[in-house]
């Protein structure tokens, strides 16, 4: 077989696809896909879940599988090649996914389905199914079923060339500057930067508005000018504020398009706005409930941010002469200064202990621990040598295998993310159990001077955060593909195991496994860690409010905005409801705001906040079962795995979560947490 997409036996061949390959495969997978819709939707063929899912699911399965190993390419590895590919290939294996979900002879067969005949994960999976088909579309008949296809179609185009921008104005900027432009900086952005201006023929430094360079400037560069010159660029990329020459990658008329179009597709389907449709399938009711849920958040955290603002103000005066407003690009830096001075450590000192293979060891560790499997480097083709390969097992048998993509590059876009390469299957075509596997993949920055990668706190916190959802969908005990792992899981509800897994990083029982000092060797100092921990809620009031703002906002450009007009002055109207500090007039933050624009968090970016309650409390029930030395509890490990990692989506999340804490979630843990309780 020489096309390595139709080879869907194994694991992707990521080493031999080629963008030549992409148009023949979706040829013959298409048309399969095609024939086996065709076949299932004739009057003859019975209405049995078994016999649907042994031709049809088969199929598109395999179509699934050859096009998320495109897309995830086109993530991870873009070439002009590869995006053209891709980009001619999406509005064709858009359209079939549209008319399958619409199709009302498919959705006529899954009605007649016997609900008698079925499992209890086969009954969920077909509540699901059911309720897909009546928001993709299949009620709708005649002209409003053509544009509602049309629509989709637009959305995929767009949405697509919204992430190009973003990753295309992010990746063209270059900013080449003398060393003593960098003081302040860590010597191993310091270095890395040289070695990127020398790959480029430069002199001097190289800096990017990739996360490993800009953050780190914004951070610790004592040149505030620079920090301003860095700001603007990162705050402008693809907007109407970008300069003339990155003007073209200005994102401003697609969102408005992809607004537009939203509300029309929720107008076809019955609904008054695109939020009403983002909520159906979650656990909020209703848009009102989600808002309602946000605005009494901020009150509770309003006050924590305005003290985190005023401590902020009165250290740049007295330390640092600076009186009025603060600068959008001064306050990273006051702030790593505060927190030196209130705690006696910086990040910097933090990331010498944090050695990339050192943290792999201990997050397996506390893994392997607690969910009693076993963590082993396995063998598959990558797409770049930086890639990881490992398989999870229990009592010697294979559970799921995961790639471990950890390094920034270009080519890459930026974030981290977890991504199913495919799911959990008692397989209905050969009775054979298929085992999942993920994709994890974050942006870290890679090792200098033949050292290994260092990582923030910040960074093993979002290490740790990927594996949650790894492990959600890896460590599934349901045969139900639709209903395995993450998938069937409410949105609002996913970020439940990845934010529950983040509080590891605050346990020294944890913490102490996963260090070691990239000079010495030596562990973390427990005083150090106790400052880390003495740290840990500063400014989270501020934090919290950051992220209403940008849920709120997504909430009501989908709910209260009217596309034809400027969604500029919502967002102002956001940060005059909830934010203490008002950026500046030409931040753009909108503008790459991938989450809503171009991935799954449209109407739903508020999912981490409502997660985040489920995963505090959750978290609560091994704080209170701990041992005397804050060594987690197996036996609760055990309750939490079965409850909700091992059940997936074969139930509604607020049945897991009661399964395991035997009542309904509250915010108290949460707030609790974050140090926004009174004294």
């Not at 790639?403 to 981290?416: F, H, S, V």
């Not at 706190?457 to 395995?484: A, K, P």
Request: a negative charge.
């Amino acid at each position: 077989m020489t096309n390595p997409l139709l080879d869907t036996s194994g694991l992707p061949l990521f080493d031999r696809i080629a963008p030549e390959h992409v148009a023949p495969a979706l040829d013959e997978l298409l048309a399969a896909a095609e024939k086996a819709l065709e076949a299932v939707t004739a009057a003859e063929f019975p209405a049995h879940w078994k016999a649907i899912a042994q031709t049809l699911d088969v199929s598109t399965e395999r179509l699934g599988m050859a096009w998320g190993a495109v897309s995830h390419l086109n993530s991870v590895a873009d070439t002009p090649e590869l995006r053209a590919a891709y980009n001619a290939a999406l509005p064709r294996v858009t359209e079939f996914w549209t008319r399958l979900g619409s199709d009302e002879r498919l959705y006529a067969k899954y009605k007649a389905i016997d609900a008698a005949s079925l499992n209890t994960e086969q009954t969920q999976a077909r509540k699901n199914a059911l309720r897909g088909f009546v928001l993709g579309g299949a009620e709708l008949q005649g002209a409003a079923k053509e544009r509602y296809a049309a629509i989709q179609e637009r959305l995929a185009e767009i949405t697509q060339k919204f992430s190009e921008n973003t990753l295309d104005a992010t990746d063209k900027f270059a900013l080449y500057v003398s060393e003593d432009q960098l003081i302040g900086v860590p010597a191993d952005v310091v270095q890395a930067t040289r070695d990127a201006a020398q790959k480029d023929g430069k002199e001097g430094h190289r800096l990017s508005l990739k996360m490993p360079v800009y953050l780190p400037v914004m951070q610790f560069a004592d040149n505030a000018a620079l920090r301003e010159q860095l700001y603007k660029a990162y705050v402008t990329r693809a907007s109407d504020q970008a300069p003339d020459e990155a003007k073209h990658f200005d994102n401003t008329p697609l969102m408005q398009e992809i607004l537009a179009l939203r509300q029309e597709e929720s107008r076809l389907l019955g609904f008054d706005n695109y939020a009403q449709v983002s909520v159906v399938p979650k656990m909020a009711e209703s848009p009102e409930k989600v808002t309602t849920f946000l605005r009494d958040l901020a009150a509770k955290a309003r006050p924590f941010a305005e003290k985190d603002l005023a401590d902020l103000r009165e250290f740049a005066a007295q330390e640092l002469g600076i009186t009025g407003p603060l600068n959008a690009w001064d306050v990273p830096y006051l702030s790593e200064k505060l927190k030196e001075a209130r705690y006696s450590f910086s990040e910097q000192e933090v990331k010498q202990y944090f050695t990339a293979p050192k943290v792999l060891a201990g997050l397996f560790k506390i893994i392997e621990t607690l969910f009693e499997v076993s963590i082993r480097a396995d063998q598959a083709p990558v797409w770049h040598p930086a890639v990881g390969f490992y398989r999870i097992e229990r009592d010697g048998k294979l559970i799921g295998q995961f790639y471990l993509d950890p390094p920034a590059r270009a080519g890459k876009r930026g974030g981290a993310w977890m991504d199913d390469v495919r799911g959990r299957w008692q397989r209905p075509d050969t009775g054979v159990l298929q085992t999942p596997v993920a994709h994890l993949v974050c942006n870290f920055a890679e090792g200098v001077n033949g050292q290994p990668a260092l990582l923030t706190h910040d960074d093993v916190i979002t290490l740790f955060h990927e594996f949650g959802h790894g492990l959600h969908h890896m460590l599934t005990q349901v045969n139900e593909r639709d209903v395995s792992g993450i998938s069937g899981v409410e949105w609002d509800a996913v970020e439940l195991p990845s934010q529950f897994m983040e509080n590891f990083c605050w346990e020294w029982s944890v913490l102490r496994h996963m260090t070691a000092h990239v000079e010495t060797g030596e562990p973390l100092p427990r005083a150090l860690f106790d400052k880390m921990l003495a740290a840990k809620n500063f400014q989270s009031g501020l934090q919290t409010l950051r992220q209403i703002e940008f849920s709120l906002f997504d909430m009501l450009v989908h709910s209260e905005h009217d596309p034809a007009q400027d969604f500029m002055p919502l967002l102002a109207r956001v940060r005059e409801e909830v934010a203490v500090m008002r950026p500046p007039a030409f931040n753009r933050m909108a503008h790459t705001f991938s989450h809503i624009f171009a991935g799954g968090y449209a109407a739903g970016y508020y999912s981490y906040k409502w997660a985040e309650v489920l995963s505090a409390d959750a978290y609560a029930a091994f704080e209170e079962t701990a041992a005397a030395d804050g060594t987690p509890s197996v036996e609760t490990g055990r309750l939490y795995r079965q409850a909700i990692l091992e059940a997936g989506g074969s139930r509604p999340a607020l049945e897991s979560f009661k399964a395991f804490r035997g009542r309904e979630p509250n915010l108290d843990a949460l707030l609790r947490h974050q140090g926004m309780v009174a004294a």
